[in-house]
């Protein structure tokens, strides 16, 4: 059974930086793209960012662009997010997801191309 356990979320002042986790288990993972994407109360849900399954050519979005590194650790199963600068506009739940289509060259920015989905970790900025 595939498992995304995301991990690192809180409450932040804007300027600050925190470290996102997602551990995943019941497969191994090197073979596919990872993906994390967030969810504002009462917004649909929005890519953030995403990687290879060999750690090459990520994708960001605009908006989080020269902020936010997204990296990978195929040896321990986990994806990171690392969030600098942090904004009270990054307020909302972060999701780690998993495309289950193998060896995919350019991580996809559709939520939809995603297969697998954690549970979430709530980031709070604060101005």
């Known amino acids: 059974q595939v498992q995304l356990v995301e991990s690192g979320g809180g409450l932040v002042q804007a300027g600050g930086s925190l470290r996102l986790s997602c551990a995943a288990s019941g497969r191994t993972f090197s073979s596919y793209a990872m993906g994390w994407f967030r969810q504002g109360a009462g917004k649909e849900r929005e890519f953030v960012a995403a990687?290879?399954?060999?750690?090459?050519?990520?994708n960001y979005a605009e908006s989080v662009k020269g902020r936010f590194t997204i990296s990978r650790d195929n040896a321990k199963n986990t994806v990171y997010l690392q969030m600098n600068s942090l904004k009270p506009e990054d307020t909302a739940v972060y999701y780690c997801a998993v495309d289950w289509t193998k060896y995919r060259t350019r991580a996809q920015t559709d939520p939809a191309a995603y297969d697998y989905w954690g549970q979430g970790t709530q980031v709070t900025v604060s101005a």
């Open positions: 990687i290879s399954w060999s750690g090459g050519s990520p």
